[in-house]
């Protein structure tokens, strides 16, 4: 797919050799930050998402993006490896079938390998999985498969992989950025007969701010060291 080329592309970019000092400080090893991240999502395995096979609606357009948003828990090791917990919510409409809604909670856990500095920024190869929640709404109510009348409404395991860079705006808050592509288990075929019963592919682009903090002390302030 197009966007996962992209992600590809962009992570053989990340591990030439770095050109720029650090972006992250060597302060900020061993402490937690938490903080909300924002972005675009949309899904990519979805040509039978955008379909109501119904005599009202044919076949429907892409998928027109929508907002994504993240609380986020990092706990940073070393200058090399960071450790992330996050949860959201996002969907993308379909409004040439119908203003179908497809959405999604994703609950991750995953790692942040360090591998260069690109223009200021800590960049990382990032990487996880956890747990999807999704469904398919109409007016706020759950679409039905036509076969075994199940809700369009699920909880699945997943993973991700991505690319993401930090670098700081005060000494102990940070600004992130991250493109990611997510593949969700989500093959319900006994339940989903009549479409939505293969996996799922999204990606996603977000940035956010992180507040650091000493898991020992609490709350933090004066001046990064390890400039």
């Not at 999502?41 to 096979?53: F, H, K």
């Not at 999604?104 to 591998?115: C, F, L, S, W, Y």
């Not at 993973?159 to 930090?166: I, R, S």
Request: one cysteine or more; charged letters at 20%.
């Amino acid at each position: 797919m197009k966007a996962l080329s992209l992600l590809v592309l962009g992570i053989l970019i990340a591990l030439l050799p770095s050109w720029c000092q650090a972006g992250v400080h060597s302060e900020l090893c061993s402490m937690g930050s938490f903080g909300i991240s924002l972005g675009a999502m949309q899904w990519l395995a979805d040509s039978d998402a955008r379909e109501y096979r119904g005599d009202e609606y044919g076949a429907g357009g892409t998928a027109e993006l929508r907002l994504l948003g993240k609380a986020v828990f990092r706990y940073r090791l070393d200058m090399n490896w960071l450790l992330s917990m996050e949860t959201g919510f996002g969907w993308n409409g379909y409004p040439d079938s119908g203003n179908l809604v497809l959405w999604v909670i994703p609950t991750t856990v995953g790692a942040e390998r360090r591998i260069g500095e690109i223009s200021g920024f800590t960049t990382s190869l990032c990487f996880g999985g956890g747990v999807y929640v999704w469904g398919q709404r109409r007016g706020g109510n759950f679409l039905v498969d036509a076969v075994t009348c199940e809700k369009y409404h699920a909880t699945d395991p997943g993973a991700y992989l991505g690319l993401g860079g930090e670098t700081h705006m005060t000494d102990h808050v940070t600004v992130t950025g991250l493109a990611a592509a997510h593949y969700i288990y989500s093959a319900n075929r006994d339940d989903f007969k009549d479409r939505l019963g293969g996996d799922d592919v999204f990606a996603e682009i977000r940035i956010g701010i992180n507040y650091y903090f000493s898991p020992y002390t609490g709350l933090v302030s004066g001046s990064a060291e390890g400039k």
